[in-house]
């Protein structure tokens, strides 16, 4: 079992940034690609970033790649999304969760995630 507790959410104004992080704990010695995720009203949960477990390979999705930047600290088993020039679209729930694979990739299918955590809430005002 791997818990996984985000914190950094919050209410920004269109164009600020903000810095998410996720604490994983438990089983953490075995292999997990990380991953970001987020939910906004009405609509499906979505993948945002994914690290693998080494962070050499990393995956964003279209909308907010050169705004955003996905990290991991082995050592501190956290995974960090740095999130800047936010927009209103951007809003939701994020949620970290990780992966557990055989090798060294990224995982963008949500249904490949084994672990989650409660989600954070993320504002972004016009």
């Known amino acids: 079992q791997v818990q996984l507790v985000e914190s950094g959410g919050g209410l920004v104004q269109a164009g600020g940034s903000l810095r998410l992080s996720c604490a994983a704990s438990?089983?953490?010695?075995?292999?997990?690609?990380l991953g970001w995720f987020r939910q906004a009203p009405g609509k499906e949960r979505e993948i945002v970033a994914s690290?693998?477990?080494?962070?050499?390979?990393?995956y964003y999705t279209d909308s907010v790649k050169a705004r955003f930047t996905v990290s991991r600290d082995n050592a501190k088993n956290t995974v960090n999304l740095e999130m800047n020039n936010l927009k209103p679209e951007d809003t939701g729930v994020y949620y970290c969760?990780?992966?557990?694979?055989?090798?060294?990739?990224?995982?963008?299918?949500?249904?490949?995630?084994?672990?989650w955590g409660q989600g954070t809430q993320v504002t972004v005002s016009s």
């Open positions: 438990g089983r953490t010695e075995r292999s997990y690609c």
């Open positions: 690290i693998s477990r080494s962070g050499t390979h990393t």
């Open positions: 969760a990780a992966a557990e694979t055989s090798w060294d990739s990224f995982v963008y299918v949500r249904d490949r995630y084994d672990y």
